[in-house]
């Protein structure tokens, strides 16, 4: 079948099953061309919670898909079932339990790149738009970040609470070295550098913006007279990037950085997904509870 008949398809289907296609913004760039809405990981979860559609055809990792079954009580499909996230994996809820036995009075944040069983043991979830805010709001001096030691090393960086770190870190964004960037410069001396916080900290030290990926769109839409960008995270934010400013080049930091989990769901998968209503996303009611509790604290703390 060819993409336009595919893309037809799936239209059809879409209005047929009052589905809604969430798309993060390190999705195919054909993939994000059919969303309904793109975005980061909590303009996602956040849509989730919202939208009125009976289906949810969620195109992102495996995480994403739970935190929105969690959120919105819907049906939500996976397109590709197996896109996980190795970062997500570097924490189980044994762990979680482990940590709370150790350190019985210290709340725990957990970054949304967990699993929906890490999220029913955490204190607190957080992303990387609102980790610094969520980890300055929490009423304790300290407080135990997991598991990114990239992402909590730069909320270390922007709060006076104590952290307790935990050892994980995203392969993709590990890719990008600090002498990629630097060599970029040299070509493009008056480009500005963002960085996803799960990159290396010393990548973090040479960007002129350290942001999650809505905080790259923001910092690109406040720098208007800037033209190029060096874009230091998955690579499926270049074309994200280039679709809302096309005057302005985005430059990857690194062509390694491509999650090869992020580009498992392809046109033919979510047209599959509509047709079968499969592979859908089910969390455990007694996790759901107790992980919904973990992500409404976040929402709680950015209200405050
Ligand atoms: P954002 O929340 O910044 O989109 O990041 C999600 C993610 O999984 C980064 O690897």
């Given at each position: 079948?060819?993409?336009?008949?595919?893309?037809?398809?799936?239209?059809?289907l879409k209005r047929e099953k009052d589905a809604v296609i969430l798309?993060?913004?390190?999705?195919?760039?054909?993939?994000?061309?059919?969303?309904d809405?793109?975005?980061?990981?909590?303009?996602?979860?956040?849509?989730a919670?919202?939208v009125e559609n009976k289906v949810i055809i969620f195109?992102?990792?495996?995480?994403?898909?739970?935190?929105a079954y969690?959120?919105s009580n819907k049906t939500v499909i996976l397109?590709?079932?197996?896109?996980?996230?190795?970062?997500?994996?570097?924490?189980?809820?044994?762990?979680?339990?482990?940590?709370?036995?150790?350190?019985?009075?210290?709340?725990?944040?957990?970054?949304?790149?967990?699993?929906?069983?890490?999220?029913?043991?955490?204190?607190?979830?957080?992303?990387?738009?609102?980790?610094?805010?969520?980890?300055?709001?929490?009423?304790?001096?300290?407080?135990?970040?997991?598991?990114?030691?990239?992402?909590?090393?730069?909320?270390?960086?922007?709060?006076?609470?104590?952290?307790?770190?935990?050892?994980?870190?995203?392969?993709?964004?590990?890719?990008?070295?600090?002498?990629?960037?630097?060599?970029?410069?040299?070509?493009?001396?008056?480009?500005?550098?963002?960085?996803?916080?799960?990159?290396?900290?010393?990548?973090?030290?040479?960007?002129?913006?350290?942001?999650?990926?809505?905080?790259?769109?923001?910092?690109?839409?406040?720098?208007?007279?800037?033209?190029?960008?060096?874009?230091?995270?998955?690579?499926?934010?270049?074309?994200?990037?280039?679709?809302?400013?096309?005057?302005?080049?985005?430059?990857?930091?690194?062509?390694?950085?491509?999650?090869?989990?992020?580009?498992?769901?392809?046109?033919?998968?979510i047209?599959?997904s509509l047709e079968t209503l499969q592979?859908q996303i089910?969390?455990?009611?007694?996790?759901?509870?107790?992980?919904?509790?973990?992500?409404?604290?976040?929402?709680?703390?950015?209200?405050?």
């Open positions: 079948m060819n993409e336009r008949k595919i893309i037809e398809d799936i239209k059809k798309v993060h913004n390190y999705q195919l760039p054909e993939v994000q061309d059919i969303a809405f793109i975005g980061d990981s909590l303009d996602l979860s956040t849509k919670k919202l195109c992102g990792v495996h995480f994403m898909a739970e935190t969690i959120l397109p590709d079932i197996s896109c996980g996230c190795p970062l997500a994996d570097m924490i189980t809820k044994k762990d979680v339990v482990e940590l709370k036995r150790k350190y019985p009075d210290v709340p725990i944040v957990g970054y949304i790149n967990t699993s929906a069983e890490v999220k029913s043991e955490i204190d607190y979830c957080c992303t990387s738009a609102n980790a610094v805010e969520v980890v300055n709001k929490i009423p304790q001096q300290t407080v135990i970040f997991v598991p990114d030691k990239y992402l909590g090393s730069f909320v270390k960086k922007n709060t006076k609470k104590d952290i307790i770190l935990w050892a994980g870190y995203c392969p993709t964004h590990l890719k990008i070295l600090k002498e990629d960037i630097l060599e970029l410069k040299q070509k493009y001396p008056y480009a500005k550098v963002v960085v996803h916080p799960e990159c290396n900290l010393e990548v973090q030290q040479i960007a002129d913006k350290v942001a999650g990926t809505s905080g790259m769109i923001k910092y690109v839409q406040q720098n208007e007279d800037v033209e190029y960008f060096i874009v230091a995270t998955e690579i499926g934010m270049c074309y994200r990037l280039k679709k809302l400013f096309p005057h302005k080049e985005f430059i990857p930091a690194s062509k390694l950085a491509l999650c090869p989990n992020m580009k498992k769901n392809t046109l033919e998968k047209l599959f592979p089910v969390v455990e009611e007694e996790i759901k509870i107790k992980a919904l509790k973990s992500i409404e604290n976040m929402y709680k703390l950015m209200e405050k």
